[in-house]
């Protein structure tokens, strides 16, 4: 398959190169635009043909291409928060322009949303795509003055966790690992510090995010639901500057300019947490409690010319946690001094190319590796348990402006994985027995092309194709079962080993990606989407919020891949000049090969997963609806989600079965979502903000009754996730004191003061069981944040 898919890329060059020749009196019209000062690229930027009415919008790193026939043009340059300007362009030949856009200090007083241009919802033709900027996550109300660019996705329509502080977030009926989370094109792995509460992203060189739920471009795969792209922010060209922040969780610090000016740019950002002095100030039992994590941000630029750029990201976190031996009094489990390490190593290095104004040529190397050690010092029970994933990647992206009417972008993809699920290494003196469950390596290759039609002025079409495909790599040793017997260990008909090098196994696919856009008035289009996505790699874990260690998987002949596809229908309309907009959305989406878990499933020790792991089918739905308000001192905006994420495990065996076969929700199924923000800033020196979120529970499992065995009290469970835990509901409020961003000062300087949780409520994190013959009711509820939680944050820019 692999073979026509090549094929079909050779046929489309083919066709397109006559046209390319045909268009001899049409030229192109590119070039950079840039924030004035700063040189930082300006992304969403609109350039607009006031004689033709044509225009784009301009991409990663503030590029731009727009083919136009020979003539004379007066072009705008604008972008929200930027002094417009117009230049007059004579076009008889391919014309390159460089334009600086200087801060509109006027527009200051107002704040606005998004970083795309104002009416981009309703033009662009992708739906259920979101992008925020920094700017504004930062004035979103943050748990311990944190700014946390991960969480700041819960706000929006279709996005939610199954509770606070859990890893990760789940996208239109996704698990966490069906999100594909990119800093710079690298993959991360976990997304977390410090067990789930903060991101590792770091606020102050992050330039904006885009998540895309719905319209996911042929470029993205291995992920079922989502795909969040995170960009950091180009370094300062002109000139050096630092910054840095003082929290009560972590402190910030940050350099960035140039090494040749406006050649060769660096930048580099850390955080530090220092928590271990807010254990020794609480309760005794938690005194030696350590609990901190670091991580380090650089990006390097270098222009060698006006076609050739190369870039390069490197990011590493670590985290540290650790419980004292008298912090588990009570507890019946022996993990006295028992530590976890986990740290992320990722890097990229990018090489830009434009060949001329019609053609660029993108080519990526990637490294992302994630590794995690539980260990404990204690002599007769020591050991160190250590798993790692490490993701290698190169990639290409050729776009192509054929003219007005067609962009096309064709790309091919290969990936390394290599999976060291678990190894056990004991102490010299340790009771504890050794094991290494074995190993698990595969390519995913990827060939893909796709194009921006636009069929007329109300209509455009962006149509793609993806191939994908796996191949298992030896050495392994390959289970096979019948179908007379329940897959459970030691039912295996048959192994067979294969050395390294040997492929083992495919599997792989066509995967389609539709998007049609129809304007059906001034400021107001309805869309539709359709896409197709397999995952070949999977995060195993029975438990509802899954810990940093849980363990990775490689799909085979055993664990299928997930099989992705949904549809989706949107109306998007702007009002009063994009003061106003609103849109609805409704998807449904169907899950092939849906993974659930047996009960007692032991994923961590077990050498043949797949007899712990279940698979069927699973069906998403919902409606997303939100209205924002862009522009004045009072912005922010009101999204309801409704939806629906159901799974059905069926067998021919009882032991494969759940709930018998019958549809039941999924642990992270919650109905009803309800989020509202906003901000007031009635001068450039102050705002304030307030949010408000509210949730269905998330479903549990709750035992039925109880029986006696043998003076031994057992919860008699019946089905999985029948009940739910109580509504989830939390109010936040924050304000940035600011110095005036108009005034130019050698030390800029600002005040964060929030407050997370204002009314103290104690939303329910799980709810458990223990029974206790002297109460009428043996259940308890498990509150993570059960009160108000206070913060002040400063900040500091040289």
Known sequence: MLRYATLLLLTFFSITRPALSQSKETYSLSGYVRQAGTNLPVVGATIFVQSTRAGTVTGKDGFFILPLRAGTYPIRISHVGYVSQVVEVVLNKQVLLNIDLANDTEYLQEVVVQTEAPDKNVRKVELGVTQLSIKNIRRIPAFMGEVDVVRSLLLLPGVT????????????????????????????????????????????????????????APSYGGRASSVLDIKIKEPETERWSAYGGIGIVSSRAGVEGPIIKNKLTMLAATRVSFNDFLFSIGPASLSGTRANFYDLTTKLKWQLSEKHTLSSTGYYGRDVFKLPSDSLSGVEINASSTQF??????????????????????????????????????????????????????????????????AVQVGISGID?????????????SNALPFALPTERAFELAVYAQDEWKLSESTSVLGGLRY???????????????????????????????????????????????????????????????????????????????????????????????????????????????EYEASAEVYYKTLTNAIDYRDGANLQRNPAPETDVLQGKGQAYGLEMLVRKNKGAWTGWVSYTYA?????????????????????????????????????????????????TYSTGRPITQPYGRARINNVVVPIYVNRNQERIPDYHRLDFSMLFEQDPAKKRKVQQSWNFSIYNVYAHKNAYSVFYKYDPRQLSDAFKLSIFGTIFPSLTYNVRF
Request: aromatic letters at 10%; a positive charge; charged letters at 15%.
């Open 161 to 216: 966790s199954v509770g606070e502080g859990a890893t990760g977030i789940n996208v239109r009926g996704g698990s966490i690992d069906q999100n594909l989370v990119l800093m710079d094109d690298a993959p991360l792995f976990n997304t977390s510090h410090l067990l789930g509460f903060f991101s590792v992203f770091n606020p102050d060189i992050v330039r904006d995010l885009t998540l895309h739920r719905g319209g996911i």
């Open 341 to 406: 390490d986990y740290q992320t190593l990722a890097g990229t290095v990018r090489w830009n190319y434009l060949i001329n104004s019609r053609f660029n040529l993108t080519t990526t190397a990637v490294w992302s590796q994630y590794r995690t050690e539980t260990s404990a010092p204690d002599s007769a029970n020591q050991f160190s348990l250590v798993a790692e994933v490490l993701h290698k990647q190169l990639k290409s992206d050729l776009t192509i402006a054929l003219n007005d009417r067609h």
């Open 644 to 692: 629906r994420t159901l799974l059905t495990i069926n067998s021919l065996f009882p032991e494969q079965q759940v709930n018998g076969g019958q549809v039941y929700p999924a642990n992270f199924d919650k109905p009803h979502t309800l989020n509202a923000t906003a901000t007031y800033r009635p001068s450039l020196r102050f705002s304030m903000s307030l949010n408000f």
């Open 417 to 429: 994985y290599y999976i060291q699920p678990n190894k056990l290494t004991p102490g010299p003196a």
């Open 468 to 578: 994908s495909t796996l191949l298992n790599d030896g050495p392994t040793t390959a289970r096979t079962y019948g179908t007379d017997l329940p897959r459970l260990p030691g039912t295996a008909t048959a192994t067979t080993p294969y050395a390294a090098g040997t492929i083992y196994h495919t599997a792989g696919g066509i995967e389609p990606r539709l998007a049609v856009r129809v304007n059906v008035g001034e400021g107001r289009s309805v869309k539709f989407g359709y896409n197709r996505i397999r995952q070949y790699i999977q995060l195993v874990s029975n438990t509802t919020a899954a810990l940093p260690t849980s363990r990775w998987v490689l799909s085979d002949a055993n664990i299928k891949p997930q099989i992705a596809d949904q549809w989706s229908l949107g109306y998007f309309m702007n009002g009063k000049q994009n």
